[in-house]
């Protein structure tokens, strides 16, 4: 027996709102709970095809998040994970006949031997695609032309996990989410991943990537041939022998490294990596490794756009949307990563082994973790970079009234003293408050108007000269 398993994160317009499972953990479960029953019935009326000739097996879709969780006492087994909520909030199954346009007509494999569709959706706007099927005719029945139909096998395999991501998507999650919205509409819950309009809504449905794992027993005949060659690119650095060596020797029972995987199926459960099946502990962290990075690697992506029109926007209305984006962005991958820490400490040690292997062969830490922290500063330094813009336009136009009240001041400071010195030069007993008669007022009351008005407009220059230097000056 060879079974083909297939796992794609795939973009999907969901994002859970932060924290909202920790500030009201009650209200939290008691959301998802109340949602069941209006989920169960959209989907019936989602089944393909007249009522008459749907399918005997319903799509299902379960919601996870279901229950308020506990603080304490969480490590009462070892043989199983500790954290009592799952990182995904629903789990969908789903058969061929569900995805008429994904495998409908289709009769080469891996296609006719589909034997489940998976699908979860996860917090950071990811969801994961899992699909099993059996390899028939079998690569090993003949070893003529083998390396073709593997290659041929894996390029349907990508073919098939794209083709069912559109339609889940498209005919399943979406009118899902729209229910979930229209439930939470206080949007305490569920929150959109990008507003409406933008770009990157056309990402949504479309798979990062396709890994291939093959579940093969290796007493079949051939069995050494698919291997070699369905491994054939991965390189381990330092090791001085071949995957395929440790492999067939016997040293490993499974190879996770660089999307085509391997298990050796030695007891013939199959792929299904169900409880207590050999592999279930190396697909549990295989899963999580591809939640991780498909999540911070569309961060990275998005921090590196918005990051460069940053650099090149303009406009103070550009310059507001970019910052809002910058500063959820740079907390979203700060979630994530966290996520990955909390989640560590509750894992099945097992599974946390492996996990960790995976993501450091993906060279997790150099190549997505530290390069996002980077463009977390650099957001922080930009964020930075806009308020200091911010305030110094706001401290410009404060400059500027107090100049214009201080221009027209002079003008009217001068006016007033020359009309109070006409005044005193017309009236003689105005004189006696002032003791005496002032030749300063007489002075300036025996000035024309055109000369007060011409002495004020250059005072006021003068002003605006000493402005506009220190304040080149400042900056």
């Known amino acids: 027996m060879i079974q083909l398993r297939t796992l794609a994160p795939v973009a999907v317009d969901y994002y859970a709102v932060p924290g909202a499972s920790l500030r009201d953990p009650h209200g939290y479960a008691r959301f998802w709970a109340e949602q069941q029953p209006a989920v169960d019935e959209l989907l019936a009326g989602l089944t393909p095809g007249p009522v008459a000739d749907r399918p005997r097996r319903p799509p299902s879709v379960v919601l996870e998040h279901t229950r308020a969780t506990r603080s304490f006492n969480l490590y009462r087994t070892i043989d199983d994970h500790a954290i009592e909520r799952t990182m995904h909030v629903l789990t969908g199954t789903l058969y061929p006949e569900h995805l008429p346009a994904a495998f409908s007509g289709v009769t080469t494999a891996p296609h006719a031997g589909v034997i489940e569709i998976s699908f979860r959706l996860y917090d950071h706007g990811l969801m994961l695609l899992e699909i099993l099927a059996d390899v028939d005719p079998r690569p090993t029945e003949d070893t003529d032309g083998l390396a073709s139909r593997l290659d041929e096998l894996q390029a349907r395999a990508v073919a098939m996990g794209e083709r069912a991501a559109r339609e889940i998507v498209a005919r399943y999650l979406d009118p899902l989410l729209r229910l979930l919205r229209q439930a939470d509409r206080d949007s305490r819950i569920l929150a959109t991943a990008t507003p409406d309009g933008d770009p990157l809504t056309a990402e949504f449905g479309e798979p990062l990537w396709v890994t291939r794992s093959l579940v093969l027993d290796p007493a079949e005949p051939g069995a050494d041939a698919v291997t070699r060659h369905w ?89 507001e949307q970019l910052r809002g984006n910058l500063l959820g962005l740079s907390q979203r991958a700060e979630l994530i990563m966290m996520e990955r820490q909390d989640l560590s400490k509750y894992l099945k040690r097992a599974v946390r082994t492996e996990m960790d292997a995976i993501l450091e062969f993906w060279d997790y830490e150099s190549l997505l973790a530290q390069p996002v922290r980077f463009k977390i500063e650099i957001c922080d330094r930009r964020l930075a970079e806009l308020a200091a813009r911010r305030t110094a336009r706001s401290a410009m136009f404060t400059d500027l009234i107090l100049l214009g009240i201080g221009v027209t001041s002079i003008l009217g400071t001068a006016l007033a003293v020359t009309e109070f010195g006409r005044s005193l030069a017309n009236d003689p007993g105005m004189a006696v408050s002032d003791l005496g008669r002032s030749s300063i007022m007489g002075w300036i009351a025996g000035q024309p108007a055109d000369a007060v008005l011409i002495t004020s407009g250059i005072v006021s220059l003068l002003l605006v000269i000493m402005y506009l230097f220190f304040r080149r000056d400042r900056t």
């Not at 999540?295 to 992506?301: E, H």
């Open 231 to 319: 491994i054939k690119d991965v390189v381990i650095a330092d090791d001085v022998r071949s995957p395929a060596d440790r492999l067939l020797d016997g040293d490993l029972e499974h190879l996770i490294r660089w999307l085509n995987y391997i298990f050796l199926d030695r007891t013939g459960a199959g792929g299904r990596m169900l409880p207590g099946d050999p592999f279930r502990d190396q697909w549990d962290a295989l899963r999580y490794a591809q939640v991780f990075y498909g999540a911070l690697d569309r961060i990275d992506a998005r921090l590196s756009k918005i990051l460069a029109d940053s650099a090149a926007a303009g406009s103070r209305w550009e310059l």
